[in-house]
């Protein structure tokens, strides 16, 4: 069933549900779930960031491997399982709690430490139902 009709980029940017945002892309989006409350979304791995105001309730938070940012006081603390260098990016596989995630870097991989943060952009999060998996904001 045709689940999203749009140009590759407006389905890759806005995807309509976690089925379409997680079909597109290698590696694929990180999923994350929580409460949102009051403005603050609190992920069930123990960070908060930001969320829409108009949120409430059990929520799916995606992010593009790429669009995670590096920083030394990360929200999302993870250890190093796997890079792969693919030329102009390095894709890095990272354990957090049990749970993989990816992210996608310039840096070489001799030059990436076993431990890594990173904080999740709120321009770049992805809000979905946590039952319907239905694109919130």
């Known amino acids: 069933a045709l689940r999203q009709f749009d140009t590759p980029r407006a389905i890759y940017d806005s995807p309509s549900s976690v089925f379409v945002a997680t079909f597109l892309g290698k590696p694929k989006a990180n999923e994350f779930t929580g409460i949102c409350e ?64 990816a992210a996608v870097t310039s840096e070489r991989p001799e030059s990436i430490s076993r431990l890594v943060l990173y904080d999740i952009p709120f321009e770049d999060a992805m809000w979905f139902d946590a039952t319907t998996c239905v694109r919130l904001a």
């Open 38 to 101: 009051k403005g603050e979304f609190r992920c069930e791995l123990g960070f908060t960031m930001k969320c829409p105001a108009l949120l409430i309730g059990k929520v799916l938070l995606l992010i593009r491997p790429e669009r995670m940012r590096p920083s030394s006081s990360g929200i999302l603390a993870g250890d190093v399982i796997s890079t792969e260098y693919q030329g102009n990016r390095t894709v890095l596989h990272f354990d957090c709690k049990g749970r993989r995630y």
